[in-house]
């Protein structure tokens, strides 16, 4: 039985005894929510049949989400925002759409490098965005790092996604807060110097480019990765670690905060720290091949099976921070 099908029936025969007992919550919770449906729903299904909450999502992209919530202000049913990458997090906080929370259990359950200091949001589940080569061409060790990427003997063979998605908008906003701008501007300079093809549209086509041989490397999510393997286990295409002894993989996360104008904030904080427990983990990481924001708490043996690597220590709220002057970096150089 996996995992997540074991949490499952573990919550169903704790919502049999809440409901026998009295002891479900008679209340409901409007989330809104980035995250893909089918990612969120199993895990939303658990809690609803734990708890007796009801739960209404309003799915969108990030930035509409915003809007939205800045548009209806205190009319605004939403108790909850849910969103990927730290930089969506963070434009949500600057834009005064969320509150701090007061929580010894989020405090304790999510290291203090993953969440807002201002306790705004919190990280979930983690990302990493780390490089991929083509088995028949490279060895993982060939790939010393997101630096070396730049180097004159990798022109030719790099693939990239586009600079416009907000992934690697904060991978080079965190490269920024690593290396100051100068130096990254070299490094991304280097990139595009090194592309083998235009920048491909999403990271399933870049690792399907690297598995053809259309280039050799490139950066992409570990989660495109696991999700890419599970239905091409033969694709030539495989996961380094670079920086094991430097400054550390570039990490990323979803996560969520409860909304400035929440009707349900005691509501919305219950659920967001059982996200954050043990049980809620382990469903949140799993569904999507995340690696849990938790440390208490082990990754699926599928994403275990890809290796260890040491993370970046940068607090992540530096990719929204620097995101802006990552955005005009990337322009400056052509990256596309």
């Known amino acids: 039985m996996s995992r997540i099908a074991n949490v499952f029936r573990q919550s169903l025969l704790a919502a049999s005894f809440c409901l026998s007992t009295g002891l ?139 600079s416009k998605k907000v992934y690697n908008q904060s991978l080079v906003a965190m490269l920024i807060a690593e290396h100051g701008e100068a130096k990254t501007e070299a490094i991304v300079r280097g990139w595009v110097n090194n592309l083998a093809t235009p920048p491909f549209s999403d990271d399933t086509r870049l690792l399907e480019a690297i598995a053809a041989g259309q280039c050799e490397v490139g950066i992409a999510n570990t989660y495109y ?26 990490i990323n996360i979803s996560g969520a905060g409860v909304t400035k104008h929440a009707k349900n904030p005691a509501g919305a904080q219950r659920l967001l720290e059982w996200m954050a427990s043990e049980k809620g983990q382990s469903l949140f990481a799993d569904v999507n091949m995340e690696y849990p924001a938790n440390p208490a708490v082990k990754p699926a043996e599928s994403v275990s099976a890809w290796g260890t690597y040491k993370a970046s220590s940068l607090n992540v709220i530096q990719a929204g921070k620097l995101q802006r002057r990552a955005t005009q970096l990337m322009d400056r150089v052509g990256y596309r």
């Open 225 to 250: 990765f696991g999700r890419y393997k599970a239905a091409q286990p033969n694709a030539k295409v495989d996961i380094a670690w670079p920086n094991q002894k430097a400054d550390g993989v570039h």
């Open 24 to 162: 479900a919550y008679a209340e409901t919770l409007t989330i809104y929510s980035a995250r893909t449906e089918e990612l969120l729903k199993p895990i939303l299904d658990v809690y609803q049949k734990e708890t007796g909450v009801t739960i209404r999502v309003v799915n969108n992209r990030e930035a509409v989400l915003l809007d939205q919530l800045k548009a209806e202000g205190r009319r605004t049913t939403a108790d909850m925002l849910i969103t990927v990458d730290a930089g969506n997090l963070w434009l949500a906080a600057e834009a005064g759409v969320l509150r701090p929370i007061r929580s010894a259990a989020l405090q304790k359950a999510i290291p203090a490098n993953l969440r807002d200091p201002g306790n705004q949001w919190f990280g979930l589940g983690i990302r990493a965005r780390t490089v991929f080569f083509n088995t028949d061409k490279l060895n993982a060790s060939d790939v010393v790092s997101y630096e070396d990427l730049a180097d004159p003997r990798w022109k030719g063979r790099l693939c990239l996604r586009t």
